[in-house]
């Protein structure tokens, strides 16, 4: 190459760190890539597109003196101590101005530990969440870069270049000051908890609910996907479906364990949701019910102790796949409702001013939770950046008026038939709390009163009251 500087070096050359390299170079930018595993660094060379400017290394120092200045590299490591070990064996090859991002799933608290570390040195240090796994990376992910918006600009060419296009626009935006773009990330990770766990409740309901087979779910979803429900995650559940085993003669999804596993970031989006406070009961569940999959022995004891209902659905199939449909739309929209809530709550308390039009946009397209509902959140916010949840938005008010009726219907019928829908329940239960002017809590204040004298508010006139309440 005429320059031997290059623009981008990556650390960690694993299938993410691969792909968002070559990346890279397909739009033009010389980049070189460091990992210790010399195997990592010729997969990298030999994957380059003829023509490109690819390099592996297996030396870190080696790769930093080849960057351009100001230098600008990404670690792809895993979350953790990894992410503190590459810094330390780091800082003493940077130099003043260079930007080091993160683009793992890190905690977003350990995020701002390391701004403010590096900091210190005159070093930028960016969190930035990339969504879109193996194949997002290579062709466009969604990038959802926090930090230091001076850095942002230095890098903000190379990543508007490789994000996914939705109508033209990169999915990548500015999303707020420090730990921000892990922050970010970490709330759509709880969302893609919680959607995912809903997709899995529609395939109980119309599997054990309405017995159809492997082949009838796959035609289901994939007309899903072709209406409002299009998004990702239901086109990839069309494609599993069909999926035959190369180890037998069954559907490869028959034959895979129901321990669903987990890397944690949805626990901490509800962890966070707790410290905040916010309530996201949808994603809390979807947590749940991943941590009692794990519980097999103890299930599958309990399937011997406790009579099933019966539990066919009694509903013709295809008003129930309608049904179902419905149901599927109310929680999808109830679980962004939540997560959106999060991020506007997180945003001021935190102080890290995350614009949450932005972080629509950008979620509508290469990440897993991109979804043709994501126009819907994107014009709700043009009509009110500063909506506190999307359900207070005329719009999504009458999206979900037109299939909550359904989704009554279907909750009822899968308590009744034993199925269990406690991502659906939590959607509606949630919902009609939160539409309702007055709640029960009330009485949890009178009993908090009764037994702690921790006071209470009244109705009708201001002030803080506490009462002698009588035994009876
Ligand atoms: C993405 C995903 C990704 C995440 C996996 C696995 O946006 O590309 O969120 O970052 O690591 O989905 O997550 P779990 O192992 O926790 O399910």
Redesign the pocket.
């Known amino acids: 190459m005429a320059n031997s500087l290059y623009d981008f070096g990556m650390i960690g050359l694993g299938v993410m760190g691969r792909n968002l390299l070559l990346n890279m170079a397909d739009h033009g930018f010389s980049v070189i890539g460091f990992d210790k595993d010399a195997a990592k660094t010729g997969a990298l060379e030999t994957a380059a597109t003829a023509g490109t400017t690819v390099k592996g290394v297996a030396e870190l120092a080696a790769m930093v003196q080849l960057l351009e200045r100001p230098r600008k590299l990404m670690m792809l490591v895993p979350a953790g101590q990894p992410v503190d070990d590459v810094i330390a064996s780091l800082l003493p090859l940077l130099e003043q101005g260079d930007v080091v991002i993160d683009g793992g ?1 890190s905690h977003y608290t350990d995020t701002l530990r390391r701004v403010k570390q590096l900091r210190e040195s005159g070093i930028h240090f960016m969190g930035i969440g ?4 193996e194949q ?1 990376a290579r062709t466009g992910p969604s990038i959802m870069p926090g930090g230091d918006e001076a850095a942002y600009a230095k890098v903000r060419p190379m990543l508007e270049a490789i994000a996914a296009k939705v109508k033209e626009t990169p999915c990548v935006a500015y999303l707020g000051k420090e730990g921000a773009g892990h922050y970010v ?1 970490m709330v ?2 709880g969302i ?2 919680a959607i995912m766990q809903l997709i899995s409740e529609s395939y109980t309901l119309l599997q054990k609910g309405a017995g159809l087979n492997n082949d009838q779910l796959h035609e289901i979803f994939k007309n899903w996907n072709q209406g409002a429900l299009q998004s990702f995650l239901v086109e990839i559940t069309a494609d599993i479906f069909l999926q035959q085993d190369d180890k037998s003669d069954k559907r490869l999804v028959d034959v895979i364990s129901d321990k669903a ?6 626990k901490w989006t509800s962890q966070d949701a707790m410290e905040l406070p916010v309530a996201v009961p949808v994603i809390d569940t979807a947590v749940a019910m991943r941590t009692l999959s794990g519980y097999k022995e103890q299930r599958e004891k309990a399937a011997t102790l406790y009579t099933a209902p019966e539990t066919t659905i009694h509903t013709e199939t295809e008003q129930w796949t309608k049904q179902v449909h419905d149901a599927l739309y109310f929680a999808t929209i109830l679980s962004y409702a939540q997560g959106l809530a999060m991020l506007h709550e997180a945003s001021r308390d935190l102080q890290m001013d995350i614009p949450l039009p932005e972080v629509v946009k950008v979620w509508r397209g290469g ?2 939770i991109r979804s043709t509902l994501l126009e819907v959140f994107t014009q709700a916010y043009q009509q009110d950046a500063g909506l506190p949840n999307i359900l207070l938005d005329k719009g999504v008010a009458y999206l979900v008026q037109s299939v909550v009726d359904n989704t009554r219907s279907v909750i009822a019928q899968a308590a009744q038939a034993g199925l269990p829908v406690a991502g659906f329940m939590s959607a509606l239960s949630y919902f009609d709390a939160f539409r309702t002017g007055r709640m029960a809590t009330n009485l949890i204040q009178a009993q908090r009163d009764y037994f702690g004298a921790h006071t209470y508010q009244r109705i009708d006139m201001p002030g803080t009251f506490h009462t002698e309440w009588q035994q009876h």
């Not at 990339?130 to 796994?133: D, T």
């Not at 596993?261 to 949805?266: A, E, F, N, Q, V």
Request: hydrophobic share 10%; with cysteine.
């Open positions: 799933n990339v969504s879109g796994g997002g990330k759509h990770n893609e908890y596993g987990s890397k944690g970031t949805g990440c897993i």
